[in-house]
């Protein structure tokens, strides 16, 4: 009876020692240089390959990433600065994207649309999108603009 007691203690107190790790929760990365986290996914495997003139240090991640995944987390932290990326040879390439929504001018009574996936913020092309008070639709062009 004593050996059960004691073991139920040992295993309770493994439990506590390690609960500030299970509290901590996925790393934040709002106001983390851009490129840091592209080292920190290279460091875990990700074959990333950019240029330090298209990532400069200054750039910093605006808003934290809904994806977990590596691929997707760059594409999404990436995408907040008009940056993409292009597989190749097994390689993740930086590239220039698409401008970002925000800093995009339309012209003086265009609206500006862009559809995007929800898991990796990737533009998707041909989307339908359908205005019911005006009872219009337009389909995105391969730019992934209407």
Excluded at 24 to 38: C, D, E, F, T
Excluded at 79 to 90: D, V
Excluded at 100 to 117: D, E, K, M, R, Y
Aim: with cysteine.
């Amino acid at each position: 009876m004593r050996s059960r007691a004691l073991a139920i203690i040992c295993v309770m107190a493994g439990l506590l020692a390690r609960a500030p790790a299970f509290a901590q929760g996925p790393a934040s990365y709002v106001g983390k240089p851009v490129r840091a986290v592209l080292e920190d996914l290279r460091a875990a495997g990700a074959p990333l390959v950019y240029s330090s003139s298209l990532v400069p240090e200054r750039l910093r991640v605006e808003r934290q990433p809904r994806s977990t995944e590596p691929l997707a987390l760059a594409r999404e932290i990436l995408a907040q600065h008009g940056l993409a990326i292009e597989e190749s040879a097994g390689a993740w390439l930086v590239v220039r994207g698409a401008i970002p929504a925000a800093s995009a001018t339309p012209p003086h009574g265009a609206i500006t649309l862009t559809v995007a996936a929800a898991e990796d913020g990737a533009p998707l092309a041909d989307a339908l999108v359908q205005l019911e008070a005006a009872r219009s639709s337009a389909t995105s062009h391969p730019a992934s603009t209407c």
